[in-house]
């Protein structure tokens, strides 16, 4: 059993960056792929970004490439997102995930998933 927690969120202008981070519990962290996805007002989640269990292996939505990176650190089990050049489009409840297994960008294999972060682009 893996928990969660999402933080790092909030309400930025245009253009700003902000830095999400996932901690997670458990002493198996470095087993898990990991990935971020988003849900916008009205609209389906969707795949973000997601990072292997080494780190060594991402991936990347086409609307994101370029301005978002995914990492983490298995010595303190957490994963971060840092997004730049943050644009209203941008605007959602982020969540992070894990499955034990190969990284993947889709959403229906991942078994935990966290409570969610709000992030608000203003124009």
């Known amino acids: 059993q893996v928990q969660l927690v999402e933080s790092g969120g909030g309400l930025v202008r245009a253009g700003a960056s902000l830095r999400l981070s996932c901690a997670a519990s458990g002493r198996t962290f470095s087993s898990y792929a990991m990935g971020w996805f988003r849900q916008a007002p009205g609209k389906e989640r969707e795949f973000v970004a997601a990072?292997?269990?080494?780190?060594?292996?991402?991936y990347f939505a086409d609307s994101v490439k370029g301005r978002f990176t995914i990492s983490r650190d298995n010595a303190k089990n957490t994963v971060y997102l840092q997004m730049n050049s943050l644009n209203p489009e941008d605007t959602a409840v982020y969540y992070c995930?894990?499955?034990?297994?190969?990284?993947?960008?889709?959403?229906?294999?991942?078994?935990?998933w966290g409570q969610g972060t709000q992030v608000t682009v203003s124009s």
């Open positions: 990072i292997s269990r080494s780190g060594g292996v991402t």
């Open positions: 995930a894990a499955r034990s297994g190969m990284v993947t960008i889709s959403e229906t294999v991942y078994d935990y």
